[in-house]
């Protein structure tokens, strides 16, 4: 990113946060569901729960899930996904390039893409290449409310703005998928686990 486009972001970022604080929080909105059930079996993958770590339960989600999905001759597959009832100064999603490397992972390729899925829902999420030591881990994220999946940071504050004065909502959840990265295996594992976890995310986060 350019040193103009750098503080342009910047500023935007600054005046998005003044309006957020300058409007309303919104309507505290529950979760449909909570997330602990969430279904263990997703396909061929069992999930097995994996306790939250300190720096998780900093974000102060209303609701988490970190779980671990296993299948034969697959790689395990990571599913975290964190849902905040309202956001509000201190209790704010935050985006896995700021908490990923505070972690001890790096970051290696980071782009944009949308995910089309068969019956002809589409998904924009981040796809993120973060590797510690000889380890390698592909990321798959994206923020989602109100019916929506949104991979920009910047956009989705300010849907969060608009949302607040349009709906007085400011819900939404972030949704990560991550497995080791070992070629084009496991390309095709992530999107394949996307592609049933996606349609499941409706019974849990409000429309």
């Keep these: 990113m ?10 935007l970022l600054l005046a998005l946060t003044v309006a957020f604080h300058s409007v309303s929080h919104g309507e505290s909105i529950p979760l449909r569901r909570q997330l602990a059930y969430f279904p263990q ?19 102060k989600a209303d609701d988490v899930l970190t779980r671990t999905y296993a299948a034969a001759h697959d790689l395990p597959i990571a599913l975290y996904i964190a849902y ?5 100064q201190g209790q704010t999603i935050h985006s ?14 980071s782009r944009r893409e949308t995910i089309e899925l068969n019956d002809g829902a589409q998904v924009n999420l981040n796809r993120y290449v973060v590797q510690d030591g000889d380890e390698r881990q592909l990321v798959l ?11 920009s940071e910047y956009k989705a504050k300010v849907d969060l703005v608009v949302d607040a004065i349009r709906l007085n909502r400011t819900d939404g959840a972030l949704v990560r998928v991550s497995l080791p990265l070992q070629g084009a295996e496991s390309e095709k594992q992530a999107r394949d686990f996307l592609a049933q976890v996606y ?3 409706k019974d849990y986060i409000p429309q």
């Design 2 to 11: 350019s040193w103009g486009r750098a503080v342009g972001s910047s500023i």
């Design 41 to 59: 079996t997703i396909g061929n993958w069992q999930g097995q729960d994996v306790p939250l770590d300190s720096r998780a339960d900093a974000l």
């Design 84 to 88: 905040f009832q309202s956001q509000r």
């Design 96 to 109: 896995p390039k700021n908490c990923l490397p505070g972690s001890g992972w790096t970051a290696v390729e």
């Design 141 to 151: 994220y994206w923020y989602q409310s109100h019916g929506k999946t949104v991979a």
């Design 199 to 201: 349609p499941l995310l």
